[in-house]
């Protein structure tokens, strides 16, 4: 079946985060809603929607810092995974970011996600010699 990819709306944060909890996004220490909220907040534009039939199959958040592209909570429900529901989402978000001239995109995925980084593999996606470090500034508790 064809995703239809549209921009968030209103009324999406509910299936959203619901998609999230079945594609195991959610973890305790992010609150998904704060999530929202703050990418609403900054380039709204760039959360993706995919939908099908009327209901959100998929999501991805895109970001573009003037250096470097991000992708963020790109999921798709795992009864229409393997559907190219997830290609299409990057596809869109690649298209949307060089668009904004961004030169390279760079995601995250937890190691023990081996059907993921497969998935990116296939798709061009490669292993970067960096590791990730962070630290919270504002905590979701």
């Known amino acids: 079946m064809k995703a239809k990819i549209r921009i968030f709306q209103e009324g999406?944060?509910?299936?959203v985060i619901g998609l999230w909890r079945d594609c195991g996004l959610v973890v305790p220490w992010n609150d998904p809603a704060k999530d929202i909220q703050r990418k609403l907040e900054d380039s709204p534009?760039?959360?993706l929607?995919?939908?099908t039939e009327g209901f959100v199959a998929g999501?991805?958040?895109a970001g573009y810092d003037g250096h470097r592209g991000w992708i963020f909570y790109m999921a798709v429900q795992p009864d229409?995974?393997?559907c190219g529901i997830a290609r299409a989402l990057l596809d869109h978000a690649e298209t949307v970011l060089k668009e904004r001239g961004c030169p390279k995109v760079e995601l995250m995925v937890r190691d023990t996600?081996?059907?993921v980084l497969e998935f990116y593999r296939h798709l061009g996606?490669?292993?970067e010699p960096v590791k990730v470090l962070g630290k919270r500034l504002i905590p979701d508790e």
Do not use: H, I, R, W
């Open 125 to 127: 996606y490669s292993d």
């Open 45 to 47: 534009e760039l959360f």
């Open 12 to 15: 999406d944060q509910e299936p």
């Open 80 to 82: 229409q995974q393997g």
């Open 113 to 115: 996600n081996t059907k």
């Open 49 to 51: 929607v995919a939908e």
């Open 59 to 61: 999501s991805c958040m």
